[in-house]
């Protein structure tokens, strides 16, 4: 089955940096578009960052300039690092997969259980 794994939350100063990675299994990384979401107490989830199989990629407009999402396809991961956190970056970070679990046909939105990252001022 498809397994996300995300790990590198924690606690940060605001101006701080924080990296996170996504360790994925159960389907084929190469061809699938993987990226991180968020969500904060009370909003909506939202795109942080995506990147396809064939590496382009796209953000969320309140973190261009600042995220860097990239992805290692022999390591079957996929990293997002993270520059001059505010506090409204606070809220818990979700690694996704557009992918086709193995012994399927059928793409599907995965997600992971979530890393908290929390920015303080």
């Known amino acids: 089955q498809v397994q996300l794994v995300e790990s590198g939350g924690g606690l940060v100063q605001a101006g701080g940096s924080l990296r996170l990675s996504c360790a994925a299994s159960g389907f084929t990384f190469t061809d699938t578009t993987m990226g991180w979401y968020r969500q904060a107490p009370g909003k909506q989830r939202e795109l942080v960052a995506a990147?396809?199989?064939?590496?382009?990629?796209n953000y969320g407009d309140s973190v261009k300039g600042r995220f860097t999402i990239s992805r290692d396809n022999a390591k079957r991961t996929v990293s997002l690092q993270m520059n001059t956190l505010n506090v409204e970056d606070t809220a818990v970070y979700l690694c996704?997969?557009?992918?086709?679990?193995?012994?399927?046909?059928?793409?599907?939105?995965?997600w992971g259980q979530g890393t908290q990252v929390t920015v303080s001022s």
């Open positions: 990147i396809t199989s064939g590496g382009n990629t």
């Open positions: 996704n997969a557009i992918a086709v679990a193995a012994g399927t046909r059928y793409r599907g939105y995965y």
